[in-house]
C-alpha cells in the first residue's frame, strides 16, 4: 500500500496540471472566439508521430520476408541478399527519425495551430513518408544518381516548408508559445530557427551537386545530415577544452533549438512514437501468421483427411516463435513504459539512443522470421537464434543506456525515487538488465548446447514474464543478502532478521 500511494504521489502534479488546463478552458474558448481557427495542436501532432513511427517501422518488411533457401548458407545469404535492405532500413530509420525530431523542435515553437499550419504540416508529412522510396532506389541502383538527387530534393523542399511554417506563426505571435509570445526579441528567435532550419537543406544540396560528380562525396555529405549535430557539440567542447574555456551551461537561450545534448525533448512525443513502433511491431508479427500459417482447404482435406487440427499442428514451431517473439516485444515496452515512468524531462541524447532501441526493437519482425525458418537442429537455425540474442540483446541495451545517460543529470530528468541510492534505483537497475542479460546468456548458452539451441532459446523466451513477476522479490532477496555479507563479524546477527 505504501508504494502504491508513492506512485500516486509520484502523479500529483500531472493531476494537478490537467486541472489547471481545464481552469484555462474558458480562456482558450475565448481565444478561439477571437482567432477563429485557432485550435490546440495536440490532435495533429499525434496524428504525425503516429504517420512517423509507421513509416520507420515497415522497412523492416522487405528485409523480414526475404526468403533463404534451406541449402543456403544463412550468413552468405545475409551477404549477398539481406546486406544492402538491412541497411536501408537503418539508414531510413535514423533519417525518418532525424526528421521527426526536427518537427518536435519546430511545434516546441507553436502551442496552437491554424488550418494554414495544419495544410502545411500534411505537405511536410507526405514528403517524409517518401523518403523510405527513395532510399530504396539509393540501395537498388548505387550507381545512379537519381535516387541521391530525389532524396535531397525532398530534404529541401521539407526544410522550406518548415520555413514558411516559421515565417507564418511569426506573422501571428497568437499560435507561438507563451516564452516567445512574451519576448521583446522575436525577431532574434525567428533568426535563429530559421538558421538551424535551413542547414539541412543547405548540407542536401551541396549533396545534390557533388553527386554529379563524386556521388561517393554525396553520402558522406547525407552521413553528415544525420550526425551533424553531435559533430559538432564534439568539437564545441573540444575548443573549449583546447582553449581552457569552461562551456559550463548552454550558451544558446534557445534550450529547445540547440544542438547540446541536454536540449529538452518533448517526453509526451517520445513517448508516443515509441509507443507507435512497438505496436507496429507487434502487429506485423501476426501479419506474418495470418500469411503465412493459414492451411490451404484442399491440402487438409487430401493430406489429413479433413482434420484441421491435424494439418495447424505442423505450424506448431512457428506458434512458439510468434507467442514468444510478442512477449518479447510486449515486455521490451513494459520496461519502456517503467523507465519513461520516472523520467520527468527528456533530453536529446536520451532521444538519441532511445532512437537506437526502437531500430533494434524494428528488427525482431526478421528474427521472428529467421527463428522458424531453418529445418531443426540445422547450422542455419543456430545462426539463426544467435542473430535474433543479439537484437533483443542492443533493443535492451540501449534502453539501459537512456537510464545511464539520465542518472548523469538525474535532478532534471528522473524522479528521486530512482536517483542512485533511490528507493527503486536498484529494482530498476534490474529491471532494465533484464533481457541484455537473458539475451547474453542464452547466446553463449547455445554456443555450447548447439543441438538445444532452439528449446533453450524458446525457454528463455517464456522465462523471462515470470521473471519480471518476481524481480521485486529477487532484488529484495539479493540486497538482503549483500547486506548482511556487508555486516561487521559481530554482532553476528541471523539472516532471516536482515531479510525481514
Known sequence: MAEDGEIIEHHVSEEMEKKRHFARLPEAFLEREEHGSTQSSHRL??????????????????????????????????????TAKIAVYLMTFLIVTVAWAAHIRLFQVFERIDDCLALLNLACMMLITFLPYTFSLM??????????????????????????????????????????????????????????ILRVPAFCFFAGIFSFVYPLLSYV?????????????????????????????ISDPMLFYSYHPNEPLS??????????????VATLLILDICEDNVPDPLEVQQRFNGSLVDALQEFGPEYLAYFGSFATVGLLWFVHHSLFLHVTKSTRLMGLLNTFSLAFVGGLPLAYQLTHEFPHNSHNELEAIQISCVIIFFAGLFQLAIWVAALFNQRETLHPFVHYNGQDHAFMLAKLAVYPCMALGTFFVTC?????????????????????????????????????????????????????
Open 221 to 249: 555529405l547525407l552521413a553528415v545530415v544525420i550526425f551533424f549535430p553531435y559533430i559538432s557539440q564534439s568539437l564545441r567542447w573540444c575548443y573549449s577544452k583546447a582553449v581552457g574555456k569552461d562551456e559550463g551551461e
Open 139 to 196: 540501395a537498388a541502383f548505387p550507381d545512379n544518381i537519381l535516387g541521391i538527387l530525389l532524396f535531397c530534393s525532398c530534404v529541401i523542399v521539407i526544410g522550406l516548408i518548415q520555413a514558411v511554417i516559421v515565417l507564418y506563426g511569426f506573422g501571428r505571435p497568437h499560435l507561438l508559445n507563451d516564452q516567445i509570445q512574451g519576448s521583446q526579441n522575436q525577431g532574434f528567435y525567428k533568426r535563429h530557427i530559421l538558421k538551424v
Open 267 to 280: 517526453k509526451e512525443r517520445v513517448e508516443a512514437f515509441s509507443d507507435g513502433v512497438y505496436a507496429i
Open 448 to 500: 555450447v548446447l548447439s543441438r538445444f539451441s532452439a528449446p533453450v532459446f524458446h525457454l528463455a523466451q517464456i522465462g523471462v514474464p515470470f521473471a519480471f513477476l518476481l524481480l521485486r522479490l529477487l532484488v529484495r532477496a539479493a540486497l538482503s543478502v549483500l547486506r548482511w555479507l556487508s555486516r561487521p563479524s559481530h554482532p553476528a546477527a541471523p539472516f532471516s532478521d536482515v531479510l525481514t
Open 45 to 82: 501532432l499525434a496524428y504525425s508521430d503516429a504517420l512517423i513511427s509507421i513509416i520507420a517501422t515497415v522497412m523492416i518488411l522487405p528485409v523480414a520476408h526475404t526468403k533463404i533457401q534451406d541449402n543456403e548458407e544463412l550468413k552468405e545469404s545475409l551477404q549477398q541478399h539481406l
